[in-house]
Nanobody, 113 residues
Framework: VQLQASGGGLVQPGGSLRLSCAASGISFDLYWVGWYRQAPGKPRELVAG???????NYADSVKGRFAISRDNAKRTVYLQMNSLKSEDTAVYYCVARRVGSYWGRGTLVTVSS
C-alpha cells in the first residue's frame, strides 16, 4: 500500500495550491480519505475529510477556502487550497481510512511573501 502526496511548495499569501495524493494497493473507493496538516510545534490536525458517499468535513479554519475531492478511477484525492494564509504553512498528509489507516509521507506547503 502506498499513498504518494504531491503539489506542495512555496506560495504567496492569497495564492492557491492544489495537492494530490495517489493511492495504490487498496480498493480506494471503499476508503474514507482526508488531509491532515502539522505545523512546527503544533499537533497534527484534520484539515478536510471525504467519505465514500461524498460527505465532506472541514476544519473551521479552512471552511470556504479549501475543497477536498476524489477521483476513484484515478485512486486520487485532491485538496484545492485558495486564499492561502501564512498560518496554513505546514506539512500536509493524506490518509485513507477504513478499519486501519494508511498515511502518505507528507508534502510541505509554505505560505510566505
Amino acid at each position: 500500500v502506498q499513498l504518494q502526496a504531491s503539489g506542495g511548495g512555496l506560495v504567496q499569501p492569497g495564492g492557491s495550491l492544489r495537492l494530490s495524493c495517489a493511492a495504490s494497493g487498496i480498493s480506494f473507493d471503499l476508503y474514507w480519505v482526508g488531509w491532515y496538516r502539522q505545523a512546527p510545534g503544533k499537533p497534527r490536525e484534520l484539515v478536510a475529510g471525504l467519505s465514500t458517499g461524498g460527505t465532506t468535513n472541514y476544519a473551521d479554519s479552512v471552511k470556504g477556502r479549501f475543497a477536498i475531492s476524489r477521483d476513484n478511477a484515478k485512486r486520487t484525492v485532491y485538496l484545492q487550497m485558495n486564499s492561502l494564509k501564512s498560518e496554513d504553512t505546514a506539512v500536509y498528509y493524506c490518509v485513507a481510512r477504513r478499519v486501519g489507516s494508511y498515511w502518505g509521507r507528507g508534502t510541505l506547503v509554505t505560505v510566505s511573501s
